[in-house]
C-alpha cells in the first residue's frame, strides 16, 4: 500500500496526532516523575529543592496516605463484588425470552449515562436528608440516619453508589457473553439432563471467561480510581474516613500544596493500578476456556 | 396458568428495574416541593407542580451557558478525536513496521496512566506554554479541547486500529490504481467503512467529556468557560442546604443526557458493548 515516497503521507496522517498526544501525555508523564524528587509548594516563584527520594520514603510513615490506601483496597474489593454480581444478575435476567427484556435493560443501564459527580449529588441528598427524614418518620432509626456522617457507612454509602453506577455497564459485558454462548452447547447440556444450576455454572460460566476478565479489569480500575463520587459524595469525610487514593493526592497537591510529595504519591499510584491490572489480565486470561 | 405465571414474572422484572432508578424519582418529585413539603415526606408526589425552582436554578448555574459550553467542547473534541485517530490507525495498521509497531505500543501502554499522574505537571506544562508561547491553553474552551483530544486519542486509535486490522487492503489497492492519492483514497474509501468504530468512538468520548469534572475544573476558572459539571459542582458548593433548588439544578442536568440516551438508545448499547469488549 505505502511505498517509500509515501513517506510524506505517513507524517501527515500521524503527526498532529503524536504531537497532541506527546504534549498532553507523554511530557507530563516524565515531568511528573521529575517533580516527585522534588520539594515545592507550587508557587513559580519559590525554589524547586531537589530531595531525591525523601518523597518516596516519606509516603511510607504518612498515616492519612496509608488509610486512604486502606480504604480504596476495601471500597475497591466490595465494590467489585457487589457490581459484578448485580450485572451478572441482570444480565442473565435481560438475556432470557422475557417481552420486557430490552425495557430493562434500558433502564437498569441508564445511571451509567449520568456522570459520577451528579450520581454523587443524586445520592448525597439520599443518604443524608432523606434518610434521616425518612427514619426520623418511621422510627427505624438504626437503618436509616445520615449514612454520610458515619465512618464506617458513608464508605459502604460509596459503595453503593459506585455499584448503581457501574452496574448496568457491567450487565453489557455480560450480556455479549451470554450471547455468544452457542446455542447448542446448551441445548446438549439440557438433553445430558443439566438443570439450570449445572448449565450456569459448568457450562455458561467457563464460556463466559472473557467476560469475567473484561469485566474485572473495567470494575477493578474504575474503583481504584474513582475521584467524581467520592468528591461530590462525601468529600473524603467524615474525617477523611473515605478518602480515596486519587482524592488524597488531589489533595496532597491542591489543597495543602505538596506539589513535589503529592506528584511522589501518583507515581506510586500510577505502579500500583499499572502493577495490578496486568497481573489481573495474564491470570485470568490463562483461565479463558478455548472454543474450537 | 402458565401464561399468567408469565406476566407476573415481566411485571416483576418491570417493577424492580423502575425501583432500581428510584433516586431519579426522588430527584425529580423534590425539585418541585417547597422546604416544609419536602421534609414532611420526601417520597411523595408534589402537590402542586411550580417550576419556581427550576427558574431560579437555571439562573443560578448559567446553565443555558454550560450547557452550550459542554455542547461546544464535546462536539469539537470528538469531531478531531475521529479524524485524527482514525487516519492515525490506518496508517499505522497498513504500513507495517517497526515505527509503527512501536507508536502503536506507546498508545496503547499509556492507557495504563490514571489521570491523576499527569494532571499536575500537565497544567504546569499547559501554564508554561501559555506563558512564553503566548497560547491561551488555560482557561479557555481551546486548551480543553486540546487536552481532551490528548486524553481520547490512545482509546480511539486503539478502537480504529482493532478495526482496520479486518479490513481487506484489495479494495485500498484497486483505488490507488486507478489513481487516488493516500488523502482521497482514505476519506472517499476507507471512513466510511468504519463507520460502526466511528459510532463507538463517538459514543464513550460522548460519556466521557459530557460528564467529565476534573480535567475541566483544573483547566477553566473563568465563569464564562465552565461547563455543566463546573457549574453544578459551584452551584452545590453554593446551595446544599436548599435541597428543593439542588433538586431542580440536578432534573435540569439530567434531562440532556435522557434525551441523548432516548434517541439513540440502541447505539450507546451497542457501542458501549464494542467499546468495553475489544
Not at chain 1, 467489585?80 to 435481560?94: E, K
Not at chain 2, 448555574?61 to 467542547?73: E, K, Q, W
Not at chain 2, 509497531?101 to 490514571?114: A, S
Amino acid at each position: 500500500m505505502f511505498k517509500k515516497q509515501d513517506k510524506g503521507w505517513y507524517i501527515l496522517f500521524t503527526a498532529p496526532l503524536i504531537f497532541i498526544f506527546t504534549t498532553v501525555v507523554i511530557i507530563p508523564f516524565f515531568i511528573g516523575i521529575g517533580y516527585s524528587f522534588f520539594s515545592w509548594d507550587g508557587l513559580p516563584l519559590n525554589p524547586k529543592v531537589f530531595v531525591g527520594m525523601e518523597n518516596y520514603v516519606k509516603l511510607f510513615s504518612d498515616g492519612r496516605f496509608l488509610s486512604s490506601a486502606i480504604h480504596t483496597t476495601l471500597f475497591t474489593f466490595l465494590a467489585i463484588l457487589l457490581i459484578n454480581l448485580l450485572g451478572l444478575i441482570f444480565a442473565l435476567v435481560v438475556t432470557t425470552k422475557l417481552k420486557v427484556r430490552n425495557a430493562a435493560r434500558a433502564m437498569l443501564f441508564m445511571p451509567y449515562l449520568i456522570g459520577g459527580l451528579i450520581l454523587g449529588y443524586i445520592w448525597k441528598f439520599i443518604f443524608g436528608d432523606a434518610f434521616s427524614s425518612i427514619g426520623e418518620q418511621i422510627g427505624l432509626t438504626s437503618v436509616f440516619f445520615n449514612w454520610l456522617l458515619d465512618s464506617r457507612f458513608a464508605l459502604y454509602a460509596l459503595v453503593i453508589v459506585a455499584t448503581w453506577q457501574m452496574a448496568g455497564y457491567i450487565m453489557i459485558i455480560y450480556i455479549t457473553g451470554i450471547q455468544g454462548i452457542p446455542e447448542d452447547v446448551i441445548e446438549a447440556a439440557h438433553v445430558d439432563g443439566a438443570n439450570l444450576w449445572v448449565t450456569l455454572f459448568r457450562v455458561k460460566f467457563p464460556l463466559m471467561m472473557p467476560s469475567f476478565t473484561i469485566s474485572l479489569f473495567m470494575t477493578l480500575s474504575n474503583c481504584f480510581k474513582v475521584f467524581d463520587v467520592n468528591f461530590s459524595l462525601t468529600g473524603g469525610g467524615p474525617n477523611n474516613a473515605t478518602e480515596m487514593f486519587a482524592m488524597n493526592i488531589y489533595n496532597e497537591i491542591f489543597q495543602l500544596n505538596n506539589y513535589g510529595y503529592g506528584q511522589a504519591k501518583a507515581i506510586v499510584f500510577f505502579i500500583v493500578v499499572a502493577a495490578v491490572t496486568l497481573y489481573q489480565v495474564s491470570i485470568t486470561k490463562k483461565r479463558e476456556v478455548v472454543m474450537v | 396458568m402458565k401464561k399468567a405465571g408469565k406476566i407476573a414474572i415481566n411485571i416483576i422484572v418491570v417493577a424492580l428495574s423502575l425501583i432500581y432508578l428510584f433516586p431519579v424519582y426522588i430527584v425529580i418529585v423534590n425539585s418541585f416541593k417547597n422546604r416544609a413539603e419536602l421534609y414532611e415526606n420526601i417520597l411523595a408526589f408534589p402537590s402542586s407542580v411550580d417550576f419556581e425552582y427550576y427558574a431560579t436554578a437555571m439562573q443560578k448555574m448559567s446553565f443555558p451557558r454550560a450547557f452550550g459550553n459542554s455542547l461546544i467542547v464535546t462536539v469539537i473534541s470528538i469531531a478531531i478525536i475521529i479524524v485524527l485517530a482514525s487516519t492515525t490507525a490506518w496508517v499505522l495498521v497498513r504500513v507495517n513496521n517497526k515505527l509503527s509497531k512501536i507508536i502503536f505500543l506507546v498508545f496503547v501502554g499509556t492507557m495504563l496512566i490514571p489521570f491523576q499522574t499527569l494532571m499536575m505537571p500537565l497544567m504546569q506544562e499547559m501554564g508554561w506554554i501559555r506563558d512564553h508561547l503566548r497560547i491561551p491553553m488555560l482557561d479557555s474552551l481551546g486548551g480543553l479541547i486540546y487536552m481532551n483530544v490528548g486524553f481520547g486519542a490512545s482509546m480511539a486509535v486503539f478502537l480504529y486500529h482493532g478495526f482496520i486490522k479486518s479490513v481487506p487492503v484489495s479494495l485500498e489497492e484497486a483505488a490507488t490504481i486507478d489513481g487516488c492519492n493516500k488523502f482521497t483514497l482514505f476519506w472517499r474509501i476507507v471512513f466510511p467503512m468504519l463507520k460502526p468504530t466511528t459510532a463507538t468512538v463517538a459514543i464513550l468520548d460522548v460519556i466521557w467529556i459530557w460528564n467529565d469534572y476534573l480535567l475541566p475544573s483544573l483547566v477553566i476558572s473563568s465563569k464564562a468557560y465552565r461547563t455543566i459539571p463546573l457549574s453544578t459542582a459551584s452551584f452545590f458548593g453554593q446551595f446544599t442546604i436548599q435541597w428543593n433548588m439542588a433538586m431542580a439544578g440536578l432534573t435540569l442536568t439530567i434531562i440532556p443526557v435522557i434525551i441523548f440516551y432516548l434517541s439513540a438508545q440502541k447505539y450507546i448499547i451497542k457501542g458501549v458493548a464494542a467499546g468495553a469488549v475489544k
